[in-house]
């Protein structure tokens, strides 16, 4: 070995490599990379790191170190490379068994299916031909089939699939893209495919399940985190019955596609091209195509259609075999958690599918899709699951002191976070709390993460408010646990998690903080959700706030939008003006408005609220993009989104800086919408015009406490930011006004990133 | 009514006012405290029941009911879920300076009404007028005690996997009652609260079903925080079918107007039981053949899944947990 004799003698060094650099086929690409450099040595897992001792010329070496950051497997993140010389005998570059003792691997996302993969499968001379569970070191199912640790193959769902003489030979090969690939299967001796229901059995469950969705049929397909339920998404008699038989009326459906199909049915920008076909394989917000061809029930009244690509090889497949765009949505009855096991699907889909493809490797947790939104220049993660999780963040180096924390988060879009130091492992989406099943879920979760991830917690966090179901287990917990119990006040977790993932120190000091969200309980007893903070990551206080109205019916007002409309035309416009205008009576028509009133006047189940969904919802009621009863969280807020086109000028909002908080009032907005209605100017402009305003409103208030406190950092967090022209909006406005935007990307900016927020707090205030 | 007068002419008024209503209720002289014979409430059981309770409502009189009817038919309610049977009660009235006597005499009146319908004593009392802004108007508070029967063992913690949970009749009427009347809500409805003495109705239950594990009046909180309590302090799981709730369909359009959970509405003359499956159906006829248990009806079972959980089965085939509550149904959508 050696290219070049003469300078290769003796010269070796030790390389040291941090970061996720184990369990994601780091060791195979050392190898590889050795050997084609021609370099000698070994390579180990150490610890959470690894160690290479290489040997060879020094410009080898240099191109080694080099290609270690830049090729890296797809599911490793090279944190750090240390070089040391020392003495590395000759000889063939060999991989090293990990010593007795050493610190197991992590454990990593799930992956897409990689190009090899799908070439092999595609080839009808492959030994894997059609095998719909291929995988390598450079995908397949990972987080799905960890049953403990450390990540070994009799620890996964994979142990009762013992290899095949062919595929162990593969998996003992360092040369072989499958070396130690936990998951490796083959048609001999991996997970099989059936098809359950529908007739004739025998031929291909793939071309049998591909002919029931093409004549229209539902399907459950049992997948990587879970069950979808599946149809074409170019049928809309198909689409028409899912939503009938889920009991889904209008919440978008996501669809499946390759990317060509994904072309001919939106608008797709490069960045966003990759975003699709990143090994996370999320499902992407993108724009609708006018004249795409689907049918007209996926995204009612959205200009946004959820897609994913084909992400194993069983999808790529079905999609193949169907020769269309596939609605892949979440298996499940309604608002329940996605189900993942076998009997479960049968008992709980049987009145929603019309057959079952099903396979035999179990799934050990449900994880569903992530969904994520490339909005003002990054990608945007809006559900954090399949594909992500649980990959750790990375907190600001002065948390490295930091106790370990286990957050509760909220109370809707749950998940948890576990800290250690600088590691954040922010979890899966876990799902909605009051559902019993869910709530029964975010409990094995728990113990789950602690188990896989050896996680001790010295201090829990949770949010203010006293009846969120993971309050209380907060609670009971740190009870348990002798642990002290940090509650963090919603609207500072979300800021204090822009600020932690865009790697705000804590020596940075404050920051101000706009939060834009729905609802979450404030430090006076009231409920938030439209506020500009001055915070640190200890301590938030509060220095403005949406004028608040009243919440007639608490949760009610949340799922009806005319409540709120009436409470912020009452208080913009006084009752009798709303009760002389004719749009507002057809607007109100048999709405029982008399009680709310006097609800309002008595205190009756009336909680004050300054809270930015709830004005979208009522902007939303008062154009006609409302129902009366939203069928789903964000429903009216995503309307209006929706219909929002073109420039126009802001809407004007009011400034009242004598109040404490000051008050960012409404009441010009309110009365400028009424005279565009009257003036029958375009709701498209109206809702452009609204957006605009609300930027505008809040970035001014916030610069004007950037100045007064000598601060230049703005944090913007809460549900409200998923809006993507807000968003935009504000981001260019404050970047306009020389204001640094602290925006989360691979947090959620709802409540499914405010676990990693009040992780933070609580390790600061810990911190002292 | 004057506060510090405090001269001996106010006082009698006062007194006057409840030596009336409640004479011939067994008061005899108006010693310091009432006296019982021992003997004669052996007779009834073998161990004494005593508790207390303080009464405050706005507004005073509502559709169904007052302050007074309240403070006996409360007390009285106590004492009878425990098994006993209601001997006697005290009551100590703190009057807000202000009051019209004749509002008084109302809420005295009611009062010995109650407790003559309820088959109860009101032996003992006391009266003090305060300053206006001390209290609002009128509150009460009733002292009771009672005789429990012998060898019933009734208690929260007492429940099993596979007992049945009764109700003896329409649900949130109270609640929704007292809001409505506070409210002056503009609602075309005629909701009354269900105050009433259960004692009589509690007498025909335990006959009915000897089993019987448990007895609580749904009174704050709602039949929520009852089965919370008992899931916690048995450590079983209660499930509840929400299309099995007796309700009516005014409360029903009451609670969703005010974004209300009507399973968290006070209830004034509601009882939760719990029996043992076998006895379920006796319980229920028995309940349903007395006046205050027309609408008696089998809500849901005790279970071995998820301990300290209530899980309600809703109309729509779902589920969602039951909590009790710290906050007022504070707002948690985000
Ligand atoms: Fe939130
Ligand atoms: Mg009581
Ligand atoms: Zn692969
Ligand atoms: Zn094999």
New binding site residues.
Partial sequence: MGTDATDSQGTGEEIEVSGIVQGVGFRPFVYRLAHRLGLGGEVRNAGDHVVIRISGPAAARDAFAAALAHEAPVLARVEQVTRCPAPVPDGAFRIVASGAGTVSVGVVPDVATCPACRAEIADPKARRFRYAFTNCTDCGPRFSIVTGLPYDRPATTMAGFPMCPACRAEYDDPADRRFHAQPIACPDCGPRLWLEGGDDAGADPIDRAAGLLRAGQILAVKGIGGFHIACDATNADAVALLRARKHRPTKPLAVMADLATAHALCLITPDEEAALAHPSAPILLLQLKRDAPLAPGIAPGQRHLGVMLPYTPLHHLLLAAAGRPLVMTSGNRSSEPQIFRDDEARERLAGIVDAFLMHDRPIARRLDDSVARHVAGRLRVMRRGRGLAPMPLTLPADFADAPPVLALGGELKSALCLTHGTRALLSHHLGDLDEPATGDAFETARADYAALFAHKPAVVAVDLHPDYRATRLGEDLAAAGGLPLERVQHHHAHMAAAMAEAGWRRADGPVVGIALDGLGLGEDGTVWGAEILVCDYRTSRRIARLSPIPLAGGDAASREPWRVLLAHLDRALGRAAVDRDPHLTARFAGKPLLTLRAMMDKGLNVPSASSAGRLFDAVAALLGLAPDRLSHEGEAAMALEAVAEGEAPPYPFGLHAETTPAEIDPTPLFKALMADLHAGRPRATAAAAFHTGLAEAFVAAAAQVAKAEGLTAVALSGGVFQNARLLDEMVRRLKARGLAPLVPAEVPANDGGLAFGQAVVAAARRMG | LAHGGGGSAMRDLIDDVFLAAFSGDGRAAPEDQARFDLAALMAHGDRLAF?T?GFVVDPLFFPGGDIGKLAVC??V??LAVGGAKPVALSCAVIIEEGLPVETLRQVAASMAQTARAAGVAIATGDTKVVARGACDKLFITTTGIGVVRKGLDVGISKARPGDVVLVNGLLGDHGAAILNARGDLALETAIESDCAPLNGLIDTLIEAAPGLRMMR?A?RGGVAAVVNELAEASAVGVRLRELSLPMRAEVMGFCEILGLDPLYLANEGKILAVVPPEEADTALVALRAHPLGREAAIIGEVTGERPGRVVMQTRFGGERIVDMLVGDQLPRIC
């Fill in positions: 508790t309770d409360g007390t309610n106590d009046d009174t």
